[in-house]
């Protein structure tokens, strides 16, 4: 019984990046990260708890700004999006629950949900000013 890792066949590998005096990357090739974030969700589905995207950032050992900074690296981007949009999943099927507050927290501010309010005008619309002189 294997882990299925659906971004495996569009791996793309280049040379690493970053500053070469600054700390090592945690993984050097993507694989290695997407096997690990793998087995987080697996953890959390045998758990019965949703997976986040703090614990994601935990399992991996870095900071959530951290995995942020890895979904800007070609190598890594893909396979960040994808576990991202498991995550976005899972927090849309939450919605219908009977408190979806913290929900709707989570999804504004992790992955860019707005509210969005539409006008609808009918009728005239006045463009000018009118002055009126009234004598006392």
């Known amino acids: 019984e294997g882990i299925f890792i659906p971004s495996m066949l569009r791996l793309k590998m280049s040379k690493p ?4 005096n600054g ?3 945690k993984f050097k090739d993507a694989l290695t990260m997407e096997k690990a974030i793998a087995e987080y969700f697996a953890r959390c589905q045998e758990r019965e708890r949703p997976p986040t995207m703090a614990g994601m950032a935990l ?4 900071s959530r700004n951290c995995l942020c900074e890895y979904a800007k690296k070609d190598d890594f981007s893909d396979i960040i999006i994808r576990w991202r949009q498991e ?10 629950g009977a408190a979806p507050t913290g ?3 989570n999804l504004k501010n992790n ?3 707005k509210d969005k309010t539409e006008l609808n005008h009918s009728g005239k619309i006045v ?3 009118v002055r ?5």
């Open 17 to 20: 990046t970053g500053n070469p």
């Open 23 to 25: 700390r090592p990357p």
């Open 59 to 62: 399992e991996l050992d870095m």
């Open 87 to 96: 995550i976005e999943i899972h927090l849309e099927e939450r919605l219908d």
């Open 103 to 105: 929900t709707i927290f």
């Open 111 to 113: 992955f860019g949900w």
């Open 127 to 129: 463009t000018g000013i």
């Open 132 to 136: 009126t002189v009234v004598d006392p």
